[in-house]
């Protein structure tokens, strides 16, 4: 079955940056697309930037631009998100999510979530 | 990009009633819209895309409806498994933006 397994929480110094991983298996990763997602508890869900896994083409939202940096291992199925010059304001629950494109954009399978506290 | 805004914010349900929640987008999404459910400390579940089609492995009480800028999910009879917290997402159009969330509890 798919499954898409997210690394460890967290704790990182304002100013440094955090490498975050997506293993995945139960499907052909190098076709299709990864999402991830920013969620503060209690609150919404932002999209932050999808990848391409085949070239390794990624979109963003413009409000993460050289905040996050989206890449891909394909030998091992796996995502990373890496997140620059953190803030306390980036401190927030991280979704991966595999991207299905039907007529729509929709997202099928998810992570398990990473928390990221960043404090000194 | 799209803004969802959804309602309403929070509401409360007996075992057995029936519950609607309403998505607005911001312009016509063309019913480019999925609903999901995240429950306390777990990661979202996709229940409905394309307005109205059904997810596999999701309940048959779970029905979408609506179009042009309008949907709305309904729940025919609660149960203590549907708390939780819901939102609509347009697949429209990127950025793939969210509604606020709605936050259904058992009464």
């Known amino acids: 079955q798919v499954k898409l397994q997210q690394s460890g929480a967290e704790l990182v110094k304002p100013g440094a940056s955090v490498k975050l991983s997506c293993k995945t298996s139960?499907?052909?990763?190098?076709?299709?697309?990864m999402s991830w997602f920013k969620q503060i508890p209690g609150q919404s869900i932002e999209w932050i930037g999808m990848i391409y896994a085949g070239d390794g083409g990624t979109g963003y939202n413009q409000k993460f631009k050289g905040k996050a940096t989206l890449t891909v291992d394909t030998s091992s199925s796996t995502a990373y998100m890496d997140l620059s010059s953190l803030t306390t304001e980036d401190s927030a629950v991280y979704f991966c999510?595999?991207?299905?494109?039907?007529?729509?954009?929709?997202?099928?399978?998810w992570g398990q979530g990473v928390m990221v506290t960043v404090s000194s | 990009d799209i803004q969802m805004t959804q309602s309403p914010a929070s509401l409360s349900a007996s075992l057995g009633e029936t519950v609607t929640i309403q998505c607005r987008a911001s312009e016509d999404i063309y019913s480019g819209l999925a609903w999901y459910q995240q429950k306390p400390g777990k990661s979202p579940q996709l229940l409905i895309y394309?307005?109205?089609s059904l997810q596999d492995g999701v309940p048959s009480r779970f029905s979408g409806s609506g179009s042009g800028t309008q949907y709305s999910l309904k729940i025919s009879s609660m149960q203590t498994e549907d708390e939780g917290v819901y939102f609509c997402q347009q697949g429209l159009k990127y950025p793939w933006t969210f509604g606020g969330g709605t936050k259904l509890e058992l009464k």
């Open positions: 394309g307005a109205s």
């Open positions: 999510a595999r991207g299905w494109l039907t007529i729509d954009y929709y997202f099928d399978y």
């Open positions: 139960g499907y052909t990763f190098s076709t299709s697309y």
